[in-house]
């Protein structure tokens, strides 16, 4: 935190990355030292988590020399660490034209092959129509390697129903934090597929899309699920 400018910023230890990483516990270790409790750089650490993945494949050890393509790959983000310190967002919800207005929360989630993420935002309205947008909460996620075992079946709409399931339990950990203060709340996808399945409650699905519509329905209305264009998606991860 930036007492300065009140602005917030991932603290980065420079020394935990500077030894090149040469194996898979090199990579895991220096991809956990990267911490970021509110998802703010969730966009970059997914690209470590899934060199992280790319380090454990075949019959892997945990001392074995990384491929050359995974080893080069990996350094390469390692040593883009630093730029990170240039991000920085601010830590008021408010701006004074906004305080006592109204406010809304929007939670966008989305997916892709290789992982898929959710990111949401708190918008203020002030009683003069001055706004505030400002970052709440991010997370991103690998897919696992294995699309059978985890039940996705390397099938995007699937990956986007794991990805609104996600936005869910942003939801709740936000609301939990500010003891449910958000009222208007607003859940985004891209996903003309998995909005028709939230909306529907006529079918009978398969028990892995049942279960993960078990858990929206628990959390949200269907009023609050709205579409967004892919370009308009803020969790866009491609």
């Known amino acids: 935190w930036n007492t300065d400018t009140d602005r ?3 603290a980065i230890e420079e020394e935990k990355f500077a030894p090149r990483a040469v194996t898979p516990r090199h990579v895991v270790q220096q991809q956990a030292a990267l911490f970021d409790t509110i998802g703010m750089v969730a966009p ?4 470590g988590q899934k060199w992280t993945q790319s380090s454990m494949v075949d019959n ?4 074995e ?4 393509t995974v080893e080069e790959g990996f350094n390469k983000w390692t040593a883009s660490i630093h730029l990170l310190r240039k991000i920085s967002i601010p830590r008021a919800w408010d701006s004074p034209e906004t305080v006592g207005g109204k406010e809304q929360l ?3 989630s989305d997916a892709c092959l290789t992982g898929y993420g959710t990111v949401a935002y708190r918008r203020a309205i002030g009683v003069t129509g001055a706004l505030r947008v400002v970052f709440i909460k991010g997370n991103s996620h690998v897919t696992p390697k294995n699309a059978s075992r985890a039940g996705y079946h390397r099938a995007i709409p699937r990956l986007e129903l794991a990805a609104a399931v996600k936005a869910t339990e942003v939801l709740r950990a936000v609301q939990h934090s500010v003891q449910g203060r958000f ?3 607003w859940m985004w996808s891209d996903s003309t597929c998995v909005l028709n399945h939230i909306k529907d409650y006529s079918r009978n699905y398969k028990t892995y899309v049942a ?7 628990k959390a949200t209305d269907n009023s609050q699920w709205h579409f967004c264009n892919s370009e308009k998606n803020l969790a866009n991860l491609s």
């Not at 279960?211 to 329905?217: D, M, V």
Request: proline letters at 0%; hydrophobic letters at 55%; glycine letters at 0%.
């Open 8 to 10: 917030l910023s991932v």
């Open 183 to 185: 009222k208007d709340i």
């Open 106 to 108: 929007h939670i966008f």
């Open 65 to 68: 020399k990384l491929l050359a």
């Open 60 to 63: 892997w050890s945990w001392d």
């Open 211 to 217: 279960n993960r519509l078990s858990k929206i329905h």
């Open 44 to 47: 970059f650490i997914l690209l």
